[in-house]
């Protein structure tokens, strides 16, 4: 199973951009899809998770102005950031608790990550 992530760029303060991460593999099924962001020097953080029964929950920080969203046939998960401030400048990476199926049909659960994408807010 691989997450792909893309979308990362550079922003003016108060600009929006949308990041997305793409799951692909032997998934049988995705509960959780989060978003979390690192900067460096500091411990990651969660900014916003999505379960699979549309439980959703934001950091304080970005309550607002980060929107999650899934796409459940294409196992994609989104974070439309609106209003972005400098201190939203981090590396974002996608999380995805996963039911992988085996090529014997054996499931068992794993969460995998993708890679970062920069978000850089200029101000």
């Known amino acids: 199973v691989q997450l792909q992530a893309s979308g990362g760029g550079l922003v003016p303060a108060g600009g929006s951009l949308r990041v997305s991460c793409a799951a692909s593999?032997?998934?049988?099924?995705?509960?959780?899809m989060a978003w979390y962001r690192q900067v460096p020097g500091k411990q990651r953080e969660l900014v916003a998770v999505?379960?699979?029964?549309?439980?959703?929950h934001y950091a304080d920080s970005v309550k607002g102005r980060f929107t999650i969203s899934r796409d459940n046939a294409k196992n994609t998960v989104y974070l439309q950031m609106n209003n972005l401030k400098p201190e939203d400048t981090a590396a974002y990476y996608c999380?995805?608790?996963?039911?992988?199926?085996?090529?014997?049909?054996?499931?068992?659960?794993?969460?995998?990550w993708g890679q970062g994408t920069l978000v850089t807010v200029s101000s």
């Open positions: 999380q995805a608790q996963v039911t992988v199926e085996t090529p014997t049909m054996e499931h068992y659960e794993h969460d995998f």
């Open positions: 593999g032997s998934i049988f099924s995705i509960n959780a």
């Open positions: 999505l379960s699979g029964g549309n439980f959703i």
